[in-house]
């Protein structure tokens, strides 16, 4: 499984910006939970959002309210549009899939998101 992530950028804080991710291959795989991820210097990795195959979604605290998540499954799609972006959003956003069988876990390659006050 391949994911490839866009729409990363250098935005102004109170800006938007669209993050979409695409899988490929894979096609032995059900593709239960996508969602982004992201690091900034020096932190741990944390959740942005993520969602189920049936629209189910789950925020991380620090975004809640301001980014919103959604999927494509039949296009093996997930994107994130965030909305109000402070300089605290600023980090490397990794699109990631759990599937089935085995409940594997795959990860993009990263996209930096560059927030400017």
């Known amino acids: 499984v391949q994911l490839q992530a866009s729409g990363g950028g250098l935005v102004q804080a109170g800006g938007s910006l669209r993050l979409s991710c695409r899988a490929s291959?894979?096609?032995?795989?059900?593709?239960?939970?996508m969602g982004w991820y992201r690091q900034a210097p020096g932190k741990e990795r944390e959740l942005v959002a993520s969602i189920t195959r049936d629209g189910s979604t789950n925020y991380g605290d620090a975004v809640r309210g301001r980014f919103s998540i959604s999927r494509d499954v039949p296009r093996k799609m997930v994107s994130l549009q965030m909305d109000d972006l402070e300089p605290g959003d600023t980090a490397v956003y990794y699109c990631?899939?759990?599937?089935?069988?085995?409940?594997?876990?795959?990860w993009g390659q990263g996209t930096q998101v560059t927030v400017s006050s």
């Open positions: 291959g894979g096609n032995m795989f059900r593709f239960n939970v």
């Open positions: 990631n899939v759990i599937a089935s069988p085995w409940e594997r876990e795959f």
